[in-house]
């Protein structure tokens, strides 16, 4: 089991105190076992929603990412349409190394992580490299969680993309848990 490093904080928050008290490690620990589950929420795609499961275990998984949005710094018109087919379903592992606690929100980090895939286009395989970093929002009031995760580097057989002027953004808001 990978170990996840605390930082923990509790907030009291609309109305509470403004005081500050320190988690132990067994109430971080309580946090974030409640956490843990699937959810299921949509991402937008060119303007039309796409289903997805966000899985916190370990770390985090989500499952049916849309790498259109990549594919699409890469390729255009059939091109594109063969790469996104030739993908198929991708799914997205992240270490979670950091989380913070304030009421009943949770802010859990992810490491960056790459994102590797091969799709291939008029008979010739093209490895694509993705460098993923984001973060999540759990409400344990409400059993959901959100996510924002941005491609920060992008290459594909060896070709480096511009991710600062032309970035691509996923996110996930009030999935609700399984």
Do not use: W
Not at 23 to 45: C, H, P, R, W
Request: aromatic residues 8%; contains cysteine; hydrophobic residues 40%.
């Amino acid at each position: 089991m990978k170990k996840i490093l605390f930082l923990l904080t509790l907030v009291c928050c609309l109305g509470c105190s403004e005081s500050t008290t320190d988690m132990d490690e067994s109430d971080a620990q309580q946090v974030f076992n409640s956490i843990k589950g699937t959810y299921v929420g949509n991402i937008l795609v060119d303007n039309v929603p796409q289903k997805v499961y966000l899985i916190v275990d370990d770390n985090f998984t989500m499952k049916y990412l849309p790498v259109r949005p990549i594919l699409e710094r890469i390729f255009t018109g059939a091109a594109l349409d063969e790469a996104e087919q030739s993908a198929g379903s991708v799914a997205f592992t992240a270490t979670l190394d950091l989380m913070t606690v304030a009421g009943s929100n949770s802010h859990l980090h992810m490491k960056p992580t790459d994102l590797v895939f091969t799709v291939t286009v008029d008979g010739k395989s093209y490895k694509v490299d993705a460098l993923m970093e984001g973060m999540l929002y759990a409400n344990t009031t409400y059993d959901e969680l959100s996510m924002s995760m941005d491609v920060t580097e992008l290459n594909c057989d060896g070709v480096k993309y511009d991710m600062v002027n032309n970035g691509v953004n996923y996110f996930v808001d009030n999935a609700k848990k399984e």
